[in-house]
Each structure stands twice: as structure tokens, then as C-alpha cells.
């Protein structure tokens, strides 16, 4: 999830009385270049990681 959303998870997570997991990358994605996206996705692996491992 992008930053952008980050207010509106938290809306949506309190509605629904449930906490997901995520991982927040900067916003906006839609630009980036294929090595910035590289990159975002290089830095967020190993919150992702952590969180699967969690469940």
C-alpha cells in the first residue's frame, strides 16, 4: 500500500474491528521507473517477509 492510504487503512481497519498487515511504500507508484520500482521493492521485502512470518 502506498502512503497516500495510509489514513484510510486505519479508517477502514477501525471499522472493521481487524488489523491487517501492511506495508507501506511511498506514493505515488504509477510514475516510478522500473528501477525505482526496483528499488521500493527491494527496500520493503523484508517488512513483507516479517510479516508473513508472523501469521
Known sequence: MTTEFVDGV???SDALG???A???VPHPI???TRAEIDEI???A???VMVLLKSE
Open 22 to 24: 501492511v506495508v507501506y
Open 10 to 12: 486505519t479508517a477502514q
Open 41 to 43: 521493492a527491494d527496500r
Open 45 to 47: 521485502f523484508a517488512q
Open 18 to 20: 481487524f488489523e491487517p
Open 30 to 32: 504509477q510514475n516510478r
